[in-house]
């Protein structure tokens, strides 16, 4: 019982990212003007990864997650919510990897952690989102004549 | 809180009132003044007023009424900050 639902858990939060190819390169990124500046980490140097916040159209929240991995090695992308648990994880080989993670139920995000684990060299980068809402409330007033 | 600036020219220093009503005809303030250079800012809670008239009083003279509308717009925004570790 335990396992299956820990089963579904793994489904349903597995369920929560969906992920985007990226089509541009690695470079192109990297010079990219303003992109995701606002929500922005380290830099595309090499050897490093980086995560950008993205403004959606749709009022999402997509990332956008770098790594120059020059070595071609393979390395894991795990992403963690506030509570530590872990919602998506993945191993790739990409030299430049460039991928958009959305995630699926905005209403539930309050912290997002990022970790680019490479596996030969078993170095790490680890990334913290944070958002924080706030009610703005424009007021007009006006005269009647 | 929406802020008001109310100011009154009151060169001969009589007795005016100031009132201040909701939509609903609601009296929500009332006071009695003879300032000859009347300035007071009224700091009223947004609540759920879309409607706010002030009256200023002198029993001479016409009211002078000011009636103002008020809207409000809320939205949520949320703020996305990344930090490397």
């Known amino acids: 019982m335990k396992s299956t639902i820990a089963n579904i858990r793994k489904v349903v939060v597995f369920s929560l990212f969906t992920f985007t190819l990226a089509g541009t390169s690695l470079v192109s990124r990297a010079n990219n003007g303003n992109e995701g ?37 393979r390395f894991s992308v795990v992403i963690l919510d ?20 959305k995630l699926a139920q905005p209403e ?11 596996l030969a ?6 990334f913290e989102v944070d958002a924080n809402s706030r009610l703005v409330e424009d007021i007009e007033v006006k005269e009647v004549k | ?8 020219a009151n060169s001969d220093g009589n007795k ?15 006071n009695i003044f003879s300032d000859k250079v009347f300035y007071k800012q009224f700091r009223l809670p947004r609540a759920d007023r879309d ?7 002198n029993g001479r003279e016409a009211d002078v009424v000011k009636t103002f509308e008020v809207n409000v717009n809320s939205r949520m925004t949320q703020e996305v900050s990344v930090r490397k570790f």
Request: avoid cysteine; proline fraction near 0%; hydrophobic fraction near 35%.
């Open chain 1, 37 to 73: 500046k606002k929500g922005s980490a380290g830099s595309t140097n090499a050897n490093t990864a980086d995560v950008k916040y993205i403004t959606d159209k749709d009022g999402g929240y997509l990332f956008n997650v770098v790594y120059n991995n020059i070595s071609n090695s």
């Open chain 1, 82 to 101: 506030a509570n530590g648990d872990q919602l998506f994880q993945s191993h790739y080989s990409d030299k430049q990897f460039n991928r958009k993670f």
């Open chain 1, 108 to 118: 539930e995000f309050g912290r997002l952690t990022f970790i680019i684990r490479n």
């Open chain 1, 121 to 126: 060299d078993n170095t790490v980068q680890r």
């Open chain 2, 1 to 8: 809180m929406i802020v008001f600036n109310v100011s009154y």
């Open chain 2, 16 to 30: 005016f009132q100031v009132i201040v009503k909701d939509q609903d005809g609601t009296q929500l303030y009332q």
């Open chain 2, 51 to 57: 409607r706010l008239v002030f009256i200023i009083r």
